[in-house]
């Protein structure tokens, strides 16, 4: 099994930057796709940004915004997340599947439990 650990959450004002990280652990491939979704105050979970290889996924609301990485010799994956508004306060959370990073939260075989991200002035 795959065991994943969020950090990196915290509280920035309107315009500030948050680095996430993803540590995963346990029996994790580089063929698997890794993903950010988010589930902000009274909302249900969204897809953020997901990674596989080349190939990576934005979400509309992030696009040109926040930036996915992903160190394979570290396992860890990353959110960098720029020009924070407070539309992107949420909850953050990581996961994992055996497959593409599809969008869809149901996909995904692997979570971590999540780390706060708060945008406030």
């Known amino acids: 099994q795959v065991q994943l650990a969020e950090s990196g959450g915290g509280l920035v004002q309107p315009g500030g930057s948050l680095r996430l990280s993803c540590a995963a652990s346990g029996k994790m491939f580089g063929s698997y796709g890794m993903a950010w979704f988010r589930q902000g105050p009274g909302k249900d979970r969204e897809f953020v940004s997901g990674?596989?290889?080349?190939?990576?996924f934005y979400a509309p609301a992030v696009e040109g915004r926040f930036v996915i990485s992903r160190d394979d010799s570290k396992n860890t994956m990353y959110l960098q997340m720029n020009n924070l508004q407070p539309e992107d306060t949420a909850i953050y959370y990581c996961?994992?599947?055996?497959?593409?990073?599809?969008?869809?939260?149901?996909?995904?075989?692997?979570w971590g439990q999540g780390t706060q991200v708060t945008v406030s002035s």
């Open positions: 996961a994992a599947r055996r497959g593409i990073a599809a969008p869809a939260f149901s996909d995904y075989d692997f």
């Open positions: 990674i596989r290889w080349s190939d990576i």
